[in-house]
């Protein structure tokens, strides 16, 4: 969904009710006595999926952040089974599913990879990253924080001259992305 603004709140609410409601129908599967790896594996391939769709392109605020989390919390309580009324910290919860918070983390490797493939091509959404084209309309300027835009997530890490060098070579931006943007050591296979 695009909206005048450029922000991508509504899209991630609509993702977000989608995935709930795709786990409502299927309640019984991801809640029944199956180990509890296969439920967590299920989630994330069905539920996960549902939700993160298009998800690489999604420039994400403070807010927005807190909403997918939440939203990861949502599917390990109702996995588990645990009652609002319970008062479950959401650290207990994670530790009885023994996973972590990493539906960030799955964001940023999506993301990743999408601007790796979009970065070796030559089309127009490249031009648009790098500000070969120009936009006729007039913007005006408004006070305050400037907007995060699609790559400054990637750009802040390390660089957009970087980002690009990397992602000619694909070996190299794979290892790069999934490290949790640390550096790579490259190995030499002669």
């Not at 922000?7 to 991801?30: D, V």
Request: with cysteine; glycine share 4%.
């Amino acid at each position: 969904m695009l909206t005048n603004d450029g922000r991508c709140t509504r899209e991630i609410k609509s993702r977000i009710a989608m995935a709930k409601a795709a786990f409502s129908k299927k309640k019984t599967l991801f809640t029944s006595k199956l180990d509890l790896n296969l439920r967590k594996k299920l989630i994330k391939c069905y539920i996960w999926s549902m939700a993160l769709y298009g998800a690489e392109t999604w420039t994400l605020r403070a807010a927005d952040q807190k909403y997918l989390e939440s939203f990861e919390m949502w599917c390990w309580i109702r996995m588990e089974k645990i009652s609002w009324t319970d008062h479950v910290r959401n650290e207990e919860v994670l530790l009885r599913v023994n996973e972590q918070r990493n539906i960030l983390h799955e964001i940023r490797k999506r993301r990743a990879n999408w601007i790796g493939r979009t970065l070796r091509r030559n089309c127009l959404l490249k031009q648009v990253i790098e500000g070969k084209i120009k936009e006729e309309m007039k913007v005006e300027r408004r006070r305050g924080i400037r907007r995060k835009k699609l790559l400054d997530d990637l750009k802040d890490r390390i660089g957009y001259s970087h980002l690009k060098e990397e992602a000619l070579d694909r070996t190299m931006c794979r290892h790069r992305f999934e490290g949790g943007f640390g550096p790579v050591v490259r190995q030499n296979t002669e």
